[in-house]
Nanobody
């Protein structure tokens, strides 16, 4: 199993940037895939970004070109750099780890984009 702790959320103006971090309780080399998902009020949880095997990345269509997922292997941490934020990016962002079919989630961090 793995514990995940997200940080870095907050309030930002449209066009601004935030970086989210997800610290894992075990080496991320041992985790098949890690990702970021988000859920806005009244909407289903959706994929934001995924990194598989530490290198292959995949992004949701609405964030392509604006968000970037990366890993810090020494700190067992996954980052999500979010640029050019829009009001529609407002949501609770969750970190996810896939251990060969077993999924683990963090507690979530709120991101609010508003002027």
């Amino acid at each position: 199993q793995v514990q995940l702790v997200e940080s870095g959320g907050g309030l930002v103006q449209p066009g601004g940037s935030l970086r989210l971090s997800c610290a894992a309780s075990r080496s991320i080399f041992s985790i098949n895939a890690m990702g970021w998902y988000r859920q806005a009020p009244g909407k289903q949880r959706e994929l934001v970004a995924l990194i598989i095997g530490g290198s292959t990345t995949n992004y949701g269509d609405s964030v392509k070109g604006r968000f970037a997922i990366s890993t810090d292997n020494a700190k067992n941490t996954v980052h999500l750099q979010m640029n050019n934020l829009k009001p529609e990016d407002t949501a609770v962002y969750y970190c996810d780890a896939d251990l060969g079919g077993l999924r683990y989630w963090g507690q979530g961090t709120q991101v609010t984009v508003s002027s």
